[in-house]
């Protein structure tokens, strides 16, 4: 099967990259272009579920897309023969599991049904702050008033911006969104606090073989329930989001995160809105005003700072 085939190069190729993983420490410059890299691949999400929904029902395309990328990360465990985790480990790779594996695509798959994906970047306008205020919370961390300031004044520019997309306009999409955003916070926040006791990938690795139990008869039954139509954009839209999105893209994002701090990395997702819109004018015809240029200025100068004030 194409989906098949594709996830085990997927596997492969992850292998021979995951290997590096078990170096020395990722530096803070390595660090934050792997948590960038990590934006850049979520960024491309909501592109991609648009078009996987083009030939998958919703609960179609977020089971088969969970099991596929659980192929690839399992696969990876078992090549390299990784240890299951300690016990202790467990109930925060469920909260990742619930969080990320589970709930933001199942939630931003269904608002995506009725919201286009410039009104849907408002989740990831607001995500940033709501991770490093759950951070704070979890960890105990403290960022500065600089960092806060900054990270205010980004997620207001964000925020601004994609509501100006969307017309102002708020739809019924509007509570899967919110409910997204605030299990997606809580998911990079674990996942980022067990980032610093094991590699980022076996993280969201474990989490998404976590998720097997309940993602493969999911599958079933929603193919069973849900009709399929194998377009091109709609296999494409399903391997991005199951092996860039859902694994590749949060091994990044997680070994990145471990390596600059949960508060700092989250901020860097400031230019993900950005990034989306973009991709929605390549990939999906949509049409960008003329206030993203002067948006994306504020969104970097507001990153800059994060990045230089001290926690």
Same mark, same amino acid.
């Given at each position: 099967?194409?989906?098949?085939?594709?996830?085990?190069?997927?596997?492969?190729?992850?292998v021979s990259?995951?290997?590096?993983?078990?170096?020395?420490p990722?530096?803070r410059?390595?660090?934050?272009?792997?948590?960038?890299l990590?934006v850049?691949?979520?960024?491309?999400?909501?592109?991609?579920?648009?078009?996987?929904?083009?030939?998958?029902?919703?609960?179609?395309?977020?089971?088969?897309?969970?099991?596929?990328?659980?192929?690839?990360?399992?696969?990876?465990?078992?090549v390299?023969?990784?240890?299951?985790?300690d016990?202790?480990?467990w109930?925060?790779?469920?909260?990742?599991a619930a969080?990320?594996?589970?709930?933001?695509?199942?939630?931003?798959?269904?608002a995506?049904?009725?919201?286009?994906?410039?009104?849907?970047?408002v989740?990831?306008?607001l995500?940033?702050?709501?991770?490093a205020l759950?951070?704070a919370?979890?960890?105990?961390?403290r960022p500065?008033?600089?960092?806060? %300031? $900054? @990270?205010? +004044?980004?997620?207001?520019?964000? *925020?601004?911006f !994609?509501?100006?997309?969307?017309? =102002?306009? &708020?739809?019924?999409?509007?509570?899967?969104?919110?409910?997204?955003l605030?299990?997606?916070?809580?998911?990079?926040?674990?996942?980022?606090?067990?980032a610093?006791?094991?590699?980022?990938w076996?993280v969201?690795?474990?989490a998404?073989?976590?998720?097997?139990?309940?993602?493969?008869? %999911? $599958? @079933?039954? +929603?193919?069973?329930?849900?009709? *399929?139509?194998? !377009?091109?954009?709609?296999?494409? =839209?399903? &391997?991005?989001?199951?092996?860039?999105?859902?694994?590749?893209?949060?091994?990044?994002?997680?070994?990145?995160?471990?390596?600059?701090?949960?508060?700092?990395?989250s901020?860097?997702q400031?230019?993900?809105?950005l990034l989306t819109?973009?991709?929605?004018v390549l990939?999906?015809?949509?049409?960008?005003?003329? +206030?993203?240029?002067?948006?994306?200025?504020?969104?970097?100068?507001?990153?800059?700072?994060t990045q230089?004030?001290?926690g």
């Amino acid at each position: 099967m194409r989906a098949q085939s594709s996830a085990t190069t997927a596997t492969t190729i992850a292998v021979s990259t995951l290997t590096a993983d078990t170096a020395a420490p990722v530096d803070r410059r390595s660090g934050t272009l792997q948590a960038a890299l990590g934006v850049t691949a979520f960024s491309l999400t909501f592109p991609a579920t648009a078009w996987g929904l083009e030939g998958f029902g919703p609960w179609s395309l977020v089971a088969v897309r969970s099991v596929l990328a659980a192929v690839i990360a399992g696969g990876c465990l078992l090549v390299l023969r990784i240890p299951v985790p300690d016990r202790r480990n467990w109930a925060g790779l469920a909260v990742v599991a619930a969080g990320v594996v589970l709930g933001f695509p199942m939630l931003t798959t269904l608002a995506l049904r009725t919201s286009t994906t410039a009104h849907a970047a408002v989740v990831v306008g607001l995500l940033p702050l709501t991770t490093a205020l759950l951070s704070a919370l979890r960890t105990g961390n403290r960022p500065s008033r600089t960092f806060w %300031a $900054a @990270a205010l +004044a980004g997620a207001a520019a964000v *925020v601004a911006f !994609t509501v100006q997309q969307s017309g =102002g306009a &708020l739809t019924s999409a509007d509570l899967y969104l919110f409910a997204a955003l605030l299990v997606c916070a809580a998911g990079y926040t674990e996942g980022g606090r067990l980032a610093r006791v094991m590699p980022g990938w076996q993280v969201i690795g474990w989490a998404l073989v976590l998720c097997l139990p309940l993602s493969v008869p %999911a $599958a @079933a039954i +929603a193919l069973g329930h849900e009709p *399929v139509r194998l !377009t091109a954009h709609a296999v494409a =839209g399903l &391997l991005w989001v199951a092996a860039g999105s859902q694994f590749l893209g949060l091994v990044v994002w997680y070994r990145g995160m471990a390596a600059i701090g949960i508060p700092k990395a989250s901020q860097l997702q400031l230019a993900q809105p950005l990034l989306t819109l973009v991709w929605s004018v390549l990939l999906l015809g949509e049409h960008l005003t003329v +206030a993203a240029p002067l948006t994306a200025a504020a969104v970097l100068v507001c990153i800059a700072v994060t990045q230089r004030a001290r926690g």
